[in-house]
């Protein structure tokens, strides 16, 4: 057969399956590939058939059917897999080619595949993709890094499989080089986790602290989602408490209350770390999953541990109205952390990232698609060196707003002993930020106490580090000075 294909997929699971059908659709030959090749005929007789969809039966058919620039893109398992498939793929390959990993590969792994592949003299592209299965065979966002070269012959084919925004513009662009694309992605990740930990935790103020039932809960949040609050994960939660278990009873009141999670959160958190940018809310939402596996722990200490009934009296629609002020308020505190942690990589990598073009990415297609998105675009825009999107006039006036309700949820849920540590975390960070003066002056006093850390003064220009002999037993040398 003819080398006439424009792309190859190899990993047939749902993701790589869907987005080979989104190709075809959109008038590309895809080769599909897979390491049991029983998927491969499966899929051609199944799914794919009557389509253009070609199947190939070794990486060696698969390569031959591809037209130069060869396209070859991965849908396998983060880690090793992709390792073992690119040095498999690079004997067959000539200088040009392009091999691209639309899995959730960590973006350090990417930054060393693309400097190891173009060592051979073929380009790499790491991409992200969201919006699970609907997304990939409907239009899914597609944030790719990696070789700039590599980005004008795989343009044309990830841009029309994209979801599109109003306007028809694609939530697709190139967003870096090396790992950046994958950074991005773990970003929204990242924030996904936040997002889905604060609207459980307005999930649980309702159920136990309201006594509300999944029926009136699925009415709050329909009409949620015709507000501020729209977005896809909104929609699922109204969705999700509609659904019935076979007897008519809420299926939601039957899962277990164990959260998993795949790693890209964690990876959030671990990088922000490094990079010394306080992603709180995202930490609270990883670690809030942690908790949540603590199954048999929690059992045995809800025998033991006493604290307040967690029933809140009052107005109901009044207090269902703070719930909503506290999830929206603490939505923007998270993405301005968001936004945070990737200037701080764009800094440290040497990236280019274009913020508002995030947002746009973002709008559609993926997880965390809302109407939110396009606020943060237009503050960007406005701006592009906006420092924080707490500042921006319309997230400004937006959490002035929403204040008192924000306050009023988080200590009626600390009264009545209903964690929000989401909720917590993120109005804690906003008066933090809004600080002049914090208690750091305190703590580093003690520092330079028992470590001789040093110290600067208020009343001596910034760089000047001081260290002083506070017990009268100590010496004059300092350790070193700190690092802020």
Same mark, same amino acid.
């Given at each position: ?130 919006? /699970? ?6 239009? @899914? %966002?597609?944030?790719?890094? /990696? ?8 343009? @044309? ?13 694609? &939530? &697709? ?5 090396? /790992? ?9 990740? =990242? ?8 609207? &459980?935790?307005?999930?649980? #103020? ?41 007897? =008519? ?26 990079? /010394? ?24 200490? %809800? ?62 297609? &993926? ?18 060196? #906006? %420092? ?49 003066? #914090? ?46």
């Amino acid at each position: 057969m003819e080398p006439n294909a424009d792309i190859a997929l190899i990993g047939l699971a749902v993701m790589g399956q869907n987005l080979i059908l989104n190709m075809n659709d959109h008038g590309n030959t895809v080769v599909a590939f897979n390491r049991t090749i029983s998927k491969v005929d499966e899929f051609l007789a199944k799914e794919a058939k009557g389509t253009n969809v070609i199947g190939a039966h070794s990486i060696e058919e698969m390569v031959s059917l591809l037209k130069r620039p060869r396209r070859v893109m991965l849908m396998v398992k983060a880690g090793k897999p992709v390792d073992e498939f690119i040095d498999h793929l690079l004997p067959l390959l000539e200088p040009g080619d392009i091999i691209i990993d639309g899995g959730n590969s960590l973006f350090e792994d990417t930054n060393r595949r693309a400097k190891y592949v173009e060592s051979k003299g073929l380009l790499y592209i790491g991409t992200g993709v969201s919006g /699970g299965e609907e997304g990939a065979r409907h239009g @899914p %966002s597609i944030m790719p890094g /990696g070789s700039p070269a590599a980005w004008p012959h795989v343009k @044309p084919i990830f841009q029309a499989i994209a979801a599109k925004v109003d306007d028809g513009t694609p &939530c &697709c662009d190139w967003v870096g080089e090396n /790992g950046a694309g994958h950074y991005v992605k773990m970003v929204h990740n =990242g924030i996904e986790y936040g997002d889905m930990q604060l609207i &459980c935790e307005a999930y649980h #103020l309702m159920k136990d602290g309201l006594g509300m039932t999944a029926d009136e809960m699925h009415q709050v949040f329909a009409e949620w989602n015709k507000g501020d609050l729209d977005s896809f994960l909104i929609e699922i939660t109204a969705n999700i408490l509609a659904y019935k278990d076979a007897d =008519g009873q809420p299926l939601v009141d039957r899962i277990l209350d164990t959260a998993g999670q795949k790693g890209t959160g964690k990876w959030t958190v671990i990088n922000s770390a490094d990079l /010394g940018i306080p992603i709180t809310l995202i930490a609270e939402a990883v670690y809030s999953r942690c908790v949540s596996a603590l199954k048999d722990d929690r059992v045995a200490a %809800s025998k033991k541990l006493r604290g307040p009934k967690p029933k809140i009296p009052g107005d109901r629609a009044k207090f269902i109205e703070n719930i909503r002020q506290a999830l929206y308020a603490s939505k923007i505190v998270s993405y301005a952390q968001g936004y945070l942690l990737m200037r701080a990589a764009a800094k440290e990598y040497n990236w280019n990232l274009n913020y508002g073009g995030i947002a746009l990415m973002w709008r559609g297609g &993926c997880i965390i698609r809302s109407r939110f998105l396009g606020e943060i675009k237009r503050a960007f825009d406005k701006n592009p060196k #906006l %420092s924080n999107l707490m500042l921006d006039k319309f997230f400004a006036k937006a959490i002035k707003q929403c204040q008192r309700g924000w306050r009023n949820a988080v200590a009626t849920a600390a009264k009545k002993g209903i964690p929000v540590p989401a909720f917590s975390t993120a109005l804690a960070f906003y008066d933090g930020f809004r600080s002049e003066r #914090l208690p750091a002056n305190l703590l580093q006093a003690q520092r330079d106490y028992f470590g001789a850390h040093t110290y600067e003064r208020v009343d001596k220009p910034r760089g000047e580090f001081f260290h002083t002999n506070w017990t009268g037993r100590g010496g004059t040398t300092a350790s070193g000075t700190y690092t802020v």
